[in-house]
């Protein structure tokens, strides 16, 4: 998909270090990592195990702070934030999909949208309105009343998908989000994602499933903490415009 040139910058990594102090070993998890995630992209970060994958993660979702260097999210740099500034960073501009749903079970499919418009004291007729849309958009419309066990897991990862986008966060950040699925459901998932790109939507993927990744427009290749490359997916024929 193209996309104007002149786009606002939504997450930045500004020579971003990680290091872990282990006894007496310093580990680099990042070792001056620079990227930038512009409005209406679609990422996937792949690397293999150790290759700071899960640190970038932790960072890009607001959940773990460089050691030095900047984390920018709008435009802003969060790196310095205080544990609730971060809360409320997490909360407002970031929509998280986890390979484990995260739902609550008690709660309806309605319930569980509302929740987190809940935690900032808006719930009423206007997120109840919302929830309703984004379950339509995502093909639950006629589940609302249904409980996350009620449903199969690629309805259940449809509805964090939903919940997710009830913040209008600046980006979504997907955690190996089709990891508990089979083939058939993890390509109706990635068929959503393709859906919400008209919509402007971003879209972070971290990933080891090279078919996950090459449905993005790019994939940022991850070894021993720095970025290895950049692969345009477009170019090498494997990104995904659509699907059938």
């Not at 997490?90 to 809940?118: A, D, H, M, W």
């Not at 509805?159 to 966060?169: E, F, Q, S």
């Not at 393709?194 to 990744?213: Q, S």
Request: net charge negative; charged share 25%; hydrophobic share 40%.
């Amino acid at each position: 998909m193209s996309q104007p040139a002149d786009r606002p910058i939504i997450a930045e990594f500004v020579d971003v270090h990680r290091h872990y102090v282990m006894g007496k070993n310093v580990v680099k998890a990042l070792n001056g990592v620079s990227m930038q995630v512009k409005k209406g992209d679609y990422l996937a970060i792949m690397g293999r195990s150790g290759s700071g994958k899960s640190t970038m993660l932790n960072i890009l979702g607001a959940l773990d702070r460089p050691t030095t260097g900047e984390y920018r999210v709008g435009g802003r740099d969060v790196s310095g934030l205080d544990d609730n500034a971060l809360s409320d960073v997490r909360g407002r501009e970031i929509g998280f999909i986890f390979q484990s749903f995260n739902l609550i079970p008690q709660l309806t499919v309605l319930e569980n949208l509302e929740v987190p418009l809940f935690y900032q004291g808006r719930v009423g007729k206007e997120s109840r309105a919302k929830a309703e849309y984004l379950a339509e958009r995502v093909g639950l419309g006629k589940r609302l009343e249904h409980r996350p066990l009620e449903l199969s897991g690629g309805q259940q990862q449809r509805v964090a998908i939903a919940r997710a986008l009830m913040n209008d966060p600046l980006f979504l950040l997907a955690d190996e989000a089709t990891g508990n699925l089979d083939s058939n459901t993890e390509q109706e998932i990635l068929n959503l994602f393709d859906d919400l790109r008209p919509d402007g939507v971003t879209i972070v993927v971290v990933t080891h499933n090279p078919k996950v990744a090459e449905r993005a427009d790019h994939t940022l290749w991850l070894k021993d903490g720095q970025v290895e490359k950049l692969v345009d997916n477009r170019l090498a024929g494997t990104a995904h415009g659509g699907h059938p």
